[in-house]
Structures are given as C-alpha cells and as structure tokens.
C-alpha cells in the first residue's frame, strides 16, 4: 500500500467525518471489513480469462445481500495462472472506482500503528474494458437554501443551457413525464451532451443542455478539459454554486445536499421528499463514463464527491483482513 501518486491515482474528493468513522472502526475491530474497488485497463482482457475460468472451480463462498446481488467467491492458487496475473499488472497504474474514505483510512491506520499487516489492505480489481462493469448516476437534492424560488432559477439558468420544460397535470402525467425527462437525459448522454434533470415541485420536470462547454473555463481555469466536463463539476459550479450559493465548504459540509445513489426507487422517493417540503429540487445525472473517470485520474486530478456510483458492490464484511 502506498500513497496516491504514479501507480495509484484516486478520482474523488473525501470527507473528514466518514474517514474519522471508518479510522475508529479499524482501531476497535483491527481489521479491515471492505473491500477498495480498483479500475486498471486490460483491452486484451488476459485476465479476465483467468477469472472465468476459476469461476468454473470450486465456489468457496455464496450470499445474496439486501438489494438482491449474489456475491461468490473464489481462488486462483496456480503459480502459473498467478505469475500471469502480476505481469499483466506490473507495469499498470490503477484508480480507485470506490473505497477512497477506506484507502485513505487504511493508511492513516498503518502510518498511526505501523503494523507491518496493516502495509496491505484488500483490494478488488476490476478491468474497465469488462462489460460488467456499470456506473450508475448520483442524483443530488438540494435543501435549506434561504428565499429559495424555483422559476428565477430555472431564468437565470438560461444564460448558460437550454432549458425544456415537460408539464404534467395529474399524476398518472407526472410519471409519464418523469420517464420523458429521463429518456431525453439518457438521448443527451448518447451524444455526449452536457445535460441535467431537475424537478422542483412546480408542475414540471425540465433537462438543461449546456450550450457550450465554454462556459466551464471562466468559473475553472485551472482545471483540465476533462474536469471542465464532468457534468457534476458542470452542476456544482454553474448552477449550485453560482446560483444557490452551495460553494465547496457547503458540499463537504452536506449542509445543502443530500446524494441520492440511482438504485430501485430512489429517483421516486426523492421526488417525494420534494413535494413533501423536506427538499427544495432535485437535480437528475447522467452516469459518469469509465473513460472520464480515467481520463481525470490520469491528470491527478479530483472530481467532486460523489461523481460515480459503481454497481454491484463487492459487499463488505464477507472476507475480512485480521490486523492484530
């Protein structure tokens, strides 16, 4: 385990809270309970191959979790099949996909401790070429923002995006709208268009189009064109920051935020908390592809918290890492 640099590269901000959670937990139970979700590019999927063919071996362990994924696990113990898998490897800078706050943890942990055991933590590694691999969107509600008024937003939003409004008028309606919003989001997505959802309780859902990623370079110069294009860093500066007044310390306060990870019925339970009055609008993402999310990284740069939501998820707690 070393710190981020040439061979791991990490692609998201962290949080103090969740990091000082995680370093209590690790000090009680001296041990490591997840897994770090690592990304690394094999085109020729050489390992891939191995994995395959040790899913076809003796399966050492089966459990379903809460959202319905069965996790298996096998073992690689040829040397031959092993020594494959570190050349393949060695020359390979990895990413984290998911498992910044546990990284970080892991080597505050060792450096506090220097526990030999602890110079190593579990990783699982995924290749980005591998169609299994899935990233999600993270949806953000926004909440207790002063004088909050949705139509001068969506006004003054239309100096950098085109603004579609879809109406509805009853609920059977509101659905059906919901599914066009979220069918013109994906169509955008598709033709690399900078797009965001919103819904705000007003009798519409609306997709803002950024005109010109131009836009970016006034409010993040000292950022790469790759940055400039995430559409979560498109969000949070052009819209929540330069309108709501949610700059960097709100973010990684979660005093104005609330991230809602795109999974069953989360999309339909956040509009619920806006028509309940406990948010004030909910912004709609599109997925953060696994080429930008290399593509930062290798700049060692930072997207803003939350910008990718991997799934499935290795489930923590299934293999453990005894420190002590």
């Known amino acids: 385990m070393q710190a981020y640099g040439k061979t791991i590269k990490p ?6 809270g969740p990091k000082t959670d995680r370093l209590n937990l690790m000090r009680t139970t001296k041990a490591q309970t997840g897994q770090i979700f690592m990304l690394y590019s094999d ?3 050489k390992i891939d191959a ?3 063919h040790a899913c076809s071996g003796k399966e050492l362990l089966n459990s379903r979790d809460e959202d319905n994924v069965t996790h298996r696990l096998y073992a690689i113990t040829d040397p031959q099949q092993i020594n494959i898998i570190k050349e393949v490897m060695a020359d390979k800078s990895v990413f984290i996909a998911d498992g910044h706050h546990r990284y970080e943890t892991a080597l505050n942990y060792y450096q506090e401790t ?7 933590c579990m990783m699982t590694f995924v290749n980005t070429h591998n169609e299994g691999l899935v990233i999600l969107p993270t949806h953000r509600l926004v909440k207790n923002i002063p004088d909050f008024d949705a139509s001068a937003l969506v006004a003054v939003m239309r100096e950098h995006f085109d603004v579609a409004s879809m109406k509805f008028t ?10 066009t919003m979220l069918t013109a989001l994906a169509l955008e997505f598709q033709n690399k268009e900078h797009a965001l959802g919103m819904y705000f309780n007003d009798g519409a859902f609306y997709v803002a189009t950024l005109r010109s990623i131009d836009s970016m370079e006034a ?6 064109l790759p ?6 860093a498109i969000l949070h500066l052009l819209v929540l920051e330069k309108h709501l007044g949610i700059d960097q310390a709100a973010l990684m306060a979660e005093t104005n935020v609330e991230y809602i990870k795109d999974i069953g019925q989360a999309g339909l339970l956040a509009i619920d908390k806006v028509d309940s009055g406990q948010a004030q609008g909910l912004f709609f993402m599109n997925p953060t592809s696994p080429d930008m999310v290399e593509a930062v990284a290798q700049h060692g740069e ?6 990718t939501f991997f799934y499935p998820k290795v489930f923590s707690g299934l293999v453990l890492n005894i420190l002590d």
């Open 11 to 16: 692609h998201e901000q962290t949080l103090t």
């Open 43 to 45: 085109p020729q999927k």
């Open 50 to 52: 191995l994995l395959t």
């Open 114 to 120: 220097k526990n030999p055991a602890a110079a190593y």
């Open 170 to 179: 009853d609920i059977v309606d509101k659905k059906a709208k919901m599914q």
């Open 219 to 224: 409010v993040a110069a000292d950022k790469t």
């Open 227 to 232: 940055w400039r294009q995430l559409d979560v």
């Open 302 to 307: 930072k997207m803003p918290q939350k910008s």
